[in-house]
């Protein structure tokens, strides 16, 4: 039976919103909390991947702390890899919280029949690499990218075969565009920020 491990990437330095990201409130929970509770179900652990622990000790998760600060998520991919070792990984940004229940048991079901070593969502024409699937013999390849000095996802993805998975694929197994929009939407800025509450806020009055 696949061990699949929920790697929530928390590492990002926030530049543009300001603040942490991942502490960002969003109704009673954090963004990190939102995540942590949409993978739970369909994965059997979780780690959350950062630049240092101290700040995540409160969700009761283990903690990878990046093994090469500052080098971007593939740094982040690298750690939560070292730190558990599964099978199978689902990574999610800490940017992107309002991820569903559904679009997660999808990723994990794509996991289980998947020959390649990714599953990699491609949701209107933009490859979405930091809410996607990583089979565990990703690491060495992400080991090779960081010590070439190559930090780029792109030169990582050059480098294994993945699947390709669309928006239009999700919805013909029944779940909502909205869904899987609100899912996918990522915050950078402030305004994204506002925009993704008055999303939550709508979810919960439907």
């Not at 699949?4 to 109704?27: D, F, Q």
């Not at 700040?55 to 998760?61: D, V």
């Not at 929009?181 to 008055?198: G, Q, V």
Request: glycine fraction near 6%; include cysteine; aromatic fraction near 8%.
């Amino acid at each position: 039976m696949l061990h699949i491990t929920g790697l929530i990437l928390a590492g990002g330095k926030s530049s543009r919103m300001g603040k942490n990201k991942a502490l960002l409130p969003i109704g009673d929970k954090t963004a990190v909390e939102r995540i942590v509770q949409a993978l739970s179900e369909w994965t059997d652990s979780q780690v959350i991947s950062a630049d240092e622990a101290e700040t995540y000790l409160f969700t009761g998760l283990p903690v990878a702390v990046d093994l090469h600060p500052g080098e971007g998520p593939l740094a982040g991919l690298e750690a939560g890899m070292e730190k558990e070792q599964a099978d199978w990984y689902l990574a999610a940004a800490c940017d992107m919280p309002l991820i569903r229940p559904e679009v997660v048991k999808y990723l994990t079901g794509k996991i289980k029949t998947s020959e390649y070593q990714a599953v990699l969502p491609v949701i209107n024409g933009r490859r979405q690499p930091l809410l996607a699937a990583y089979r565990a013999d990703c690491l060495p390849v992400l080991k090779n990218c960081l010590s070439d000095g190559e930090r780029s996802l792109k030169a990582f993805f050059d480098k294994i075969n993945f699947d390709i998975i669309t928006e239009s694929d999700m919805i013909e197994e029944g779940i909502k565009k909205e869904t899987v929009e609100a899912s996918f939407f990522n915050m950078n800025h402030p305004e994204e920020y506002d925009k993704l509450l008055f999303w939550f806020d709508r979810q919960k009055e439907s």
